[in-house]
């Protein structure tokens, strides 16, 4: 409790109103009363939301019960409907800043991905540089992906802290379900995808489960290894660590690998420039000649099989064809025995 009243605080210092969302249809509750009461002591506008008021008539009658709370007329709505939606918005417009056009700048989409309790949420506030997503030794305490925008010299990131992803067996339908799969939505919509690993775990098949899925979507990818101040260290731990990355993930063996500590803050300014490093390559198009000699290359090391009537293969070229505007290149390769 005092972790989710620590980021409401923070919302509110940012808002320009709130909207206190209470229950039409089991009226005033205890807690209901215990939040209006500290939201009257903030100094934003509270603008109070009576939901499951399916029915016009009826609904008048549950929003009349929370007059007690002292935030003001409450505005009968449904969610489910939508119904009353328009008075509350109309009303909530009038606390909110003229717009102001700002420069677009294209902002660097940074997905940070892995299982639960590796640091994910500590390496976001770290990024940030003050406590942004809630940090708990208690698993699964982030549970939806959470955006925030970061500027580090001239260029512009926006991070994705995700939920843990735990084994599909272990996950039960429910909050943890769809956060999962807002984290797989993040993954598809980065540019560049952090894969954090717990240096005092290792690499688990769950990572390596990760690190599939990471390939199969065709995103840029750092692999960012955590906790790395609490791991007892000689002349060769890193250098065994890093044969167990490649090793398991030999899949993302092109993918920069960061030794780092979200609670110390050691090489994390770093890791952005490895995004930038990832991006440039994952943008990058190679045109159909340098394809085609890499080819020619390929073909002079390791010859086309035979049929079984003795013909070889013969590797005539391969025309680039752009998989999108955010994929990896990628080739078709015309052959002919």
């Known amino acids: 409790m005092p972790y989710i009243r620590e980021q409401a605080q923070l919302a509110l210092a940012e808002a320009s109103a709130a909207v206190l969302v209470v229950d039409g249809q089991t009226g005033p509750t205890e807690s209901d009363r215990e939040i209006a009461t500290w939201l009257r002591q903030q100094s934003v506008p509270v603008v109070l939301a009576v939901n499951k008021c399916e029915s016009v008539d009826q609904g008048l009658v549950q929003a009349a019960q929370f007059w007690e709370l002292g935030l003001g007329e409450p505005y009968p709505v449904s969610g489910i409907h939508g119904s009353g939606t328009g008075e509350l918005l109309d009303v909530l417009v009038e606390y909110l800043p003229e717009t102001v056009a700002e420069a677009d700048l ?3 989409k940074v997905a940070i991905v892995g299982r639960p309790n590796v640091g994910k949420s500590s390496l976001l506030n770290a ?4 406590t942004r997503a809630i940090v708990s030794p208690i698993s699964g305490t ?4 959470i955006d925030m925008q970061v500027t580090y010299g001239d260029q512009v990131y926006r991070l994705v802290d995700t939920a843990g992803i735990r084994k599909k067996k272990s996950v039960e339908y429910g909050p943890e379900f769809f956060g ?4 797989f939505k993040a993954i598809r919509r980065a540019d560049v995808v952090l ?3 717990d240096a005092l775990d290792g690499v ?4 390596q489960k990760l690190a599939g899925r990471i390939e199969e979507d065709g995103r840029a990818c750092v692999i960012v290894v955590n906790k790395w101040d609490a791991v007892e260290k000689d002349s060769y731990t890193i250098y065994d660590f890093d044969h167990q990355i490649k090793a398991r993930l030999n899949f993302l063996d092109w993918a920069k690998r960061i030794y780092v500590s979200a609670k110390t803050g050691q090489r994390v300014p770093k890791i952005l420039e490895l995004v930038d490093q990832a991006v440039a390559q994952h943008r990058r198009r190679v045109s159909t000649s340098v394809v085609n000699e890499v080819l020619e290359d390929a073909a002079k090391w390791h010859s086309p099989p035979t049929t079984r009537q003795g013909r070889q293969g013969r590797i005539y070229y391969a025309p680039r064809s752009p998989c999108g505007p955010r994929r990896l290149p990628c080739s078709s390769t015309i052959l002919s025995c």
């Open 180 to 183: 999962i799969n807002r984290a």
């Open 142 to 145: 982030t549970r939806d992906a």
């Open 195 to 197: 894969l954090v690993i």
């Open 204 to 207: 688990t098949e769950q990572d």
């Open 106 to 108: 294209e902002a660097i």
């Open 127 to 130: 990024f940030v540089g003050e």
